[in-house]
């Protein structure tokens, strides 16, 4: 009987422990919704669009549909061709220096971000894992605390106190290290592959300016539809300068933000760190100081 | 309500003991060969020093200075041992880095209430002196450790050689200072014995640690790899805080075997203690009848305190349990959270190895290398979550099987003093209808018998007094020393917990200013 009790009392501890948590995913949830905004606000194009306007001012629902099976499917064969086709277009050397040199990188850079972020997740859970056996060993403690008849039940209360206290700290330790470890690095997990993807545009851009080209000189030898080969040649160079250009700008902007972001996180992830640290070490050596008096 | 239990009556026979203890120490201090009275020798009392500041959070220096004047009374008693010896420092078991140490509950130098000028050393003195420790809560001059284990032979016949150190000024030893090689079974064995003498008159005798075939077998079979590495110091740990409850109790510090056990090179093999011997099914087919029994006995229990303590230790039974597998919940998750740290630094290292922004790269093998530095820490606070914390719990939990099996024993006792009433009972009824048949031969064994039984009787009521007061006494003192060890460990616990967030503290400030150099 004294056990439910006991369990009761730690009711409000239960309530408390489910809305830390939604707060820590509240959190994590808005914090990437506002690094995406500004992203899309400070791209000079992007700031421009339309559909972000409307976003961000229009003060009534937005009824966005989600997208249907007809579109998914459209997605899902979209991505297939974009794999396959990638394959063959990422066999085609780049005569410019600095895009080969982006590709190699990104390519690696891509995989080791996506170990480094599984890696850091599965640690961020361990962590919030043992958050939860400090709970359970603080309510077993109370337990024990408010049933034994020695003097020792007064520490035991003592300590249990201790460990839902403590737990609390560990618990944000871990929401924090989510939020500014794992996050960042899934986020830079999809950045890089964004930045793959340009490359592709680009790569694919590239291949059937070299088509157009060889279609042309084709043309001209059989003389025959030299303007329009001569036209979509034209075209072919200009997308392809044009994305050239602009990819290359993209691309130097995803260094200089992806240094900034994670000097920001890490900077955020040290201070947190040693900020709950601190907290946990103020906590432990004033149970300490209290236990070892009574004693 | 423990803390008001009086002296002991033990003390009386303890006195009684020692003093022919010491009768018996004269003889032997003869046939030893050097017996030098050393007035005040400072070397023995720097041993016990620094060998338990490095064990535990050691005396203070005045304790210690008390210790000499001990070593003035038995000065004439004890051999001069060279206590300078190299062998000291191997005795001491390797003892894993210095951040956190697996707890070893030693007992140590009692304060000492009488003053210095203590004169020439009478026998009768030195027993009041060592019942006086004793009064103080059972502190005793003596310290146990079990070290270097050493796997002795091959195949399946191996098994583990451990050595046990005993350091102690306790004069019933022949010195101050000896260690001998002990196996498993040999612990086992000691048990065995302390038990069948002294559970069944209520008292308290600390279990043995358990077995375990899995374990032993890979041992045996020549496995290096670290789960049996982490079973045998696992063992060893337990071996030693299993010897240091056993001396701890007054009587069995006094028991010959155990003493035997502590002193002698050679020690006769305990065949009885394997578990598929003769002796071990006799042990559980013994087991299972007692637990019928148990089931059948009906006690009119005519004090309240059994029954309220027996409920109280049920409690504790569960509320233990529970706790200790919270606790061994969090060693598994704090060694997967190691694990875990461990693969991300690799991670985070390959990851700057690839960020080809310098400072950018930089900050990411730093970090690797912190998180590589906080695995460390992980894996260190585990170690002390599971010696300092869970094994304690572990302890105690077979403790209370133990204080339980006492109070069934008490149980048996009252049972078979009435089944003695009872006999006792048909035997005057006997008598009765043979006095009326008038048969003089046959009643004269009948009036026999009824002496007989009347004095089984008597003996049976002193018997359950006897093991009552006992029980009392036993269950005040496990609780002492009950309350006292928890506190210990916790505070223990909670300190390396401590030091976990400091270095992680030296770790991130270290950090800081890498992430912020990023430019």
């Known amino acids: 009987m004294t056990t439910t009790l006991t369990e009761i009392k730690h009711l409000p501890t239960l309530a408390l422990l489910v809305c830390c948590e939604y707060l820590a995913i509240f959190k994590k949830t808005v914090a990437m919704h506002e690094v995406f905004l500004c992203r899309v606000a400070a791209h000079p194009i992007l700031r421009k669009d339309l559909n972000f306007h409307v976003f961000l001012e229009y003060n009534q629902d937005l009824s966005v549909r989600g997208k249907n099976k007809k579109e998914k499917l459209e997605d899902f064969f979209k991505n297939m061709v974009k794999s396959a086709d990638g394959v063959i277009v990422s066999g085609v050397k780049d005569v410019d220096d600095f895009f080969e040199h982006e590709r190699t990188f990104l390519v690696e850079y891509h995989n080791r971000v996506k170990d480094a972020s599984a890696k850091s997740d599965k640690m961020t859970r361990s962590h919030k894992n043992v958050a939860d056996d400090y709970n359970r060993i603080g309510s077993s403690l109370y337990s024990l605390g408010t049933q034994d008849s020695t003097d020792i039940c007064k520490f035991f209360l003592k300590v249990s106190e201790l460990f839902d206290k403590t737990r609390k700290i560990e618990a944000r330790v871990s929401a924090d290290e989510d939020l500014k470890l794992s996050d960042l690095l899934k986020y830079y997990l999809r950045e890089s592959q964004a930045a793959k993807d340009l490359l592709y545009r680009r790569s694919r851009s590239l291949v059937d300016y070299e088509n157009a080209n060889k279609a042309l000189d084709k043309a001209r030898a059989k003389n025959k539809d030299v303007l329009q080969a001569e036209t979509t040649q034209q075209i072919c160079c200009q997308k392809f300068e044009k994305i050239s250009e602009s990819a290359k700008q993209e691309l130097i902007d995803f260094k200089t933000r992806r240094v900034a972001a994670f000097r920001k996180n890490l900077v955020e992830l040290a201070e947190l760190e040693l900020k709950h640290a601190k907290g946990n070490l103020q906590l432990l050596q004033s149970c300490l100081a209290v236990l070892n008096g009574d004693t | ?519």
């Open chain 2, 1 to 519: 309500m423990a803390a008001e239990r009086e002296p002991p009556p033990l003390g009386d026979a303890r006195a009684a003991d020692l003093e022919e203890l010491e009768d018996g120490e004269d003889l032997f201090t003869s046939t030893v060969s050097t017996l030098e009275s050393s007035p005040s020798s400072p070397e023995p009392v720097n041993l016990p020093a620094e060998d338990l500041s490095t064990n535990s959070n050691g005396p203070k220096p005045a304790e210690i200075m008390l210790d000499d004047d001990r070593e003035d009374l038995f000065a004439e008693a004890t051999e001069e041992v060279s206590l300078d010896s190299p062998e000291r420092d191997p005795m001491l078991s390797p003892k894993p880095t210095p951040a956190i140490t697996p707890v070893t509950p030693v007992t140590l130098v009692a304060p000492r209430m009488e003053s210095k000028s203590v004169a020439a050393p009478v026998i009768f003195d030195r027993s009041r002196e060592e019942i006086e420790e004793e009064a103080n809560g059972d502190l005793f001059d003596i310290e146990i450790n079990v070290s270097d284990p050493e796997k002795v032979g091959d195949g399946m016949n191996a098994y583990m050689a451990y050595r046990v150190t005993t350091k102690t000024t306790l004069s019933m030893f022949h010195k101050n200072e000896f260690s001998v090689k002990r196996r498993f079974s040999d612990f086992l064995g000691l048990h065995s014995k302390l038990a069948t003498k002294y559970m069944h008159i209520g008292y308290i005798v600390p279990p043995a640690p358990e077995k375990s075939i899995v374990g032993m077998t890979k041992v045996k079979v020549g496995k290096e790899d670290s789960s049996s590495t982490e079973f045998v110091e696992k063992r060893r740990a337990a071996l030693e805080r299993y010897l240091q409850r056993t001396v701890k109790h007054p009587t069995l510090l006094q028991d010959p075997d155990l003493r035997q056990f502590l002193e002698s090179s050679e020690l006769p093999r305990a065949v009885n203690t394997q578990a598929l011997s003769g002796a071990g099914i006799l042990r559980m087919v013994n087991k299972a009848a007692d637990a019928v029994n148990k089931m059948t006995i009906k006690m009119n229990e005519s004090d309240a305190w059994f029954e309220e303590k027996q409920q109280q230790f049920e409690n504790l039974d569960q509320q233990l349990r529970k706790l200790h597998a919270s606790v061994e919940a969090l060693v598994c998750h704090r060694k997967e959270l190691s694990a875990n740290t461990a693969a991300f630094a690799k991670s985070a290292a390959m990851l700057g190895n690839s960020e080809d922004h310098t400072a950018l790269s930089r900050a990411l093998s730093q970090l690797a290398e912190v998180e590589e530095k906080i695995d460390q820490l992980h894996q260190e606070q585990a170690f002390a979550d599971f010696y300092v914390f869970s094994e304690l719990l572990g302890d105690y939990i077979r403790l209370i099987a133990a204080v339980k099996g006492v109070f069934d024993h008490r149980m048996k006792c009252w049972q078979k003093w009435q089944d003695a009433q009872v006999t006792l009972q048909k035997k005057r009824e006997a008598e009765a209808k043979l006095q009326l048949a008038n048969k003089p031969d046959k009643l004269q064994q009948a009036k026999d018998e009824i002496k007989e039984w009347e004095t089984k009787v008597q003996q049976g009521e002193k018997d359950f007094e006897q093991i009552s007061k006992t029980i009392r006494k036993e269950v005040g003192r496990f609780e002492k020393e009950r309350v006292k060890d928890f506190k210990t460990v916790i505070i223990e616990y909670l300190e390396s917990l401590v030091q976990t967030q400091q270095q992680l503290i030296k770790y991130w400030e270290a950090f800081l200013p890498e992430a912020k150099a990023i430019a």
